[in-house]
């Protein structure tokens, strides 16, 4: 009895030890790096200037962040984007969006394109659900 319960104490303290590790390593924007990304989107989208972007996951590792995007245009439609930006100074710079109307909006099928073309992109970053 007493050997179950240190096995189980040990498995409770090596689980919660790697979920620690995981979520410092992955974290959210913070309200002025949301405005930050925003202020970039805007920038890049700059002839939508009628555009809202709302942003729904915003996933950090260091100068990494990922992106669901869902630009509100003036009739309320929404598209959900996937987004890859990276922070260079104090600036957040876009890298990799998914077009919408593309069959490759899949979130896998851009980690790898991400992944492919950045090869330094954190892989936990898109390990978000």
Request: net charge positive; aromatic share 10%; proline share 4%.
């Amino acid at each position: 009895m007493k050997q179950n319960f240190q096995f189980i104490l040990v498995c409770f303290l090596v689980l919660g030890a790697i979920t620690l590790g995981q979520s410092a390593n992955s974290k959210s924007l913070t309200a002025a790096e949301r405005k930050a990304v925003v202020k970039a989107l805007h920038t890049y989208f700059a002839e939508e200037k009628e555009w809202k972007f709302v942003v729904r996951v915003a996933n950090r590792i260091d100068n990494w962040a990922l992106l669901k995007v869902r630009p509100q245009k003036p009739n309320n439609q929404y598209e959900t984007m996937l987004i890859l930006v990276k922070k260079s100074g104090k600036i957040w710079e876009i890298l990799e969006i998914a077009d919408p109307t593309s069959e490759e909006l899949g979130e896998d099928s851009f980690a790898a394109t991400c992944k492919k073309m950045h090869p330094k992109v954190p892989t936990l970053l898109f390990q978000y659900k």
